[in-house]
């Protein structure tokens, strides 16, 4: 089975071009670290949902996921890496240079 980690699609970042990637990115982005309960919110993910496609982030290194508990209650903190800054800049850029050629 191939993995769409990096895979590049007509200039695009296949990884970060999915749409539920992309609002956990765009999100993080815009935000030194958030936990995981105000990332569902804000993308609107289920917590499958949001819990598969981290795992993919994080494998690929645009997103750190940190595991820690507060009292007795677990608490999951995401930032997004360098890495993944880069990425999504990156894939604003391609889509940028896309849409451009359609003036």
């Known amino acids: 089975m191939a993995r769409d980690s990096g895979s590049k699609s007509a ?10 990637r992309l609002a956990i990115l ?3 982005f ?4 958030a936990d995981a309960t105000w990332l ?12 598969s ?3 993919k982030l994080e494998e690929a290194g645009y997103v750190l996921v940190e595991k820690s508990f ?3 209650k677990p608490k999951t903190n995401l930032s997004i890496t360098e890495n993944g ?8 850029h391609s889509m940028l240079d ?4 359609l003036e």
């Open 40 to 51: 569902l919110q804000q993308t609107g993910l289920t917590w499958g949902n949001l819990a």
């Open 30 to 33: 815009l935000v030194e670290s």
């Open 11 to 20: 200039g695009f970042d296949r990884l970060v071009h999915e749409p539920a």
């Open 70 to 72: 507060v009292g007795k």
């Open 26 to 28: 765009t999100n993080l």
């Open 53 to 55: 496609h981290l795992i």
């Open 85 to 92: 800054r880069s990425a999504l800049l990156g894939y604003r």
């Open 98 to 101: 896309t849409l451009s050629a």
